[in-house]
């Protein structure tokens, strides 16, 4: 199982992002898969997941409305579409697979897959 995140960068308040997350090495139709992040000295935090199937989405409540996620099952890939950025979005994000549909799936502990991170900053 390989995931391997891309698109951060610095952006400036208000700005956009897209993050994405190529996946190899399993059946991605069958894997939910969620956005976590983490900042400097705070825990891993739950961002936004997506069903094996694309059809649903959840959001933590500080993104909701803002961030938006998606699934090409496809090309094996997923997005993370991040709008009205704020410095507090500031974290390395990582992308979860996730092959058991674990009801709780805003645990870090329930994903064993993890991708390298991607860094985004913003700036105020």
């Known amino acids: 199982v390989q995931l391997v995140e891309s698109g951060g960068g610095l952006v400036q308040a208000g700005g956009s992002l897209r993050l994405t997350c190529a996946a190899s090495?399993?059946?991605?139709?069958?894997?939910?898969i969620a956005w976590f992040r983490q900042a400097p000295g705070k825990d891993r935090e739950f961002v936004a997941k997506?069903?094996?199937?694309?059809?649903?989405?959840d959001y933590g409540d500080s993104v909701l409305g803002r961030f938006t996620m998606s699934k090409d099952n496809a090309k094996n890939m997923v997005y993370l579409q991040m709008d009205n950025l704020k410095p507090e979005d500031t974290a390395v994000y990582y992308c979860?697979?996730?092959?058991?549909?674990?009801?709780?799936?805003?645990?870090?502990?329930?994903?064993?897959?993890w991708g390298q991170g991607t860094q985004v900053t913003v700036s105020s």
């Open positions: 979860a697979a996730d092959p058991w549909g674990s009801s709780q799936y805003k645990h870090a502990a329930s994903y064993d897959y």
């Open positions: 090495g399993f059946t991605f139709d069958d894997w939910a």
């Open positions: 997506v069903s094996w199937s694309g059809a649903s989405t």
